[in-house]
């Protein structure tokens, strides 16, 4: 049996994908920080935002020490952010 191209390396996933395919928890994430600005104070929100930004630089952080690629480590720390914030839904 011959070997199909897919099997011979990794493919080439371009970041307009990784966002596409993660639209629904970004939306997610700017809603709950937009509702809490206004119902709480702007400051809440920027802990979010804060959180959010500790998470990714933790997973970058992670998959660099396990000798990913650059894109690599930024698309799976977005994609990791993404997917485990939307766990609880």
């Not at 990784?18 to 928890?25: C, D, E, I, K, N």
């Not at 970004?26 to 709950?32: P, T, Y």
């Not at 997973?59 to 993404?82: D, E, I, Q, T, W």
């Amino acid at each position: 049996m011959a070997r199909t191209s897919a099997a011979v390396g990794a493919e080439r996933i371009r970041f307009g994908t990784v966002l596409r395919g993660s639209l629904l928890p970004i939306l997610v994430w700017a809603g709950v920080a937009c509702l809490a600005s206004f119902v709480y104070d702007p400051l809440v929100a920027a802990v979010l935002g804060g959180l959010f930004a500790l998470s990714f630089i933790v997973g970058f952080a992670l998959r660099r020490r396990a000798k990913h690629s650059v894109r690599c480590s930024v698309y799976g720390a977005l994609g990791g952010v993404l997917d485990k914030s939307m766990a609880g839904f």
